[in-house]
C-alpha cells in the first residue's frame, strides 16, 4: 500500500514511508504516481478473493500435521532458509 514510482526514473517510493525523499524527489514529485492496484477496491477484492478461496485453503492444511508458518515478508534468503531447515536438507 501506498508505493509511488516515478514516471521519469521508476524509482519507487512509499507515500507513507518516503514523505520526505517524496518531497525532494529530483524529478519533481508531479511525477510520482500511484499504481492502480493500490487503489483501496482493488485491495478489498483481493481480500475478498483471499478470505473466500485463500482462507479455507490454509484453514484445511493448518490443522494437519507437519503444517510450518513462515513469515512471507522476510527477506527472500530468510524464507529460503526456513523452508531448508523444515525440510532437513
Ligand atoms: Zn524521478
Redesign the pocket.
Known amino acids: 500500500m501506498g508505493r509511488m514510482t516515478?514516471?521519469?526514473?521508476?524509482?519507487t517510493l512509499n507515500e507513507f514511508f518516503n514523505k520526505e525523499e517524496i518531497e525532494l524527489?529530483?524529478?519533481?514529485k508531479d511525477?510520482?504516481k500511484k499504481r492502480e492496484d493500490d487503489n483501496n477496491e482493488i485491495v478489498m477484492s483481493r481480500y475478498d478473493i483471499y478470505m473466500k478461496k485463500t482462507k479455507p485453503v490454509l484453514d484445511f492444511y493448518s490443522n494437519k500435521e507437519g503444517f510450518h508458518e513462515i513469515d512471507g515478508s522476510l527477506k527472500i534468503d530468510e524464507i529460503t532458509l526456513q523452508i531448508s531447515h523444515i525440510l532437513e536438507v
Do not use: I
Request: with cysteine.
Open positions: 516515478c514516471d521519469k526514473c521508476n524509482m524527489h529530483p524529478c519533481g511525477h510520482l
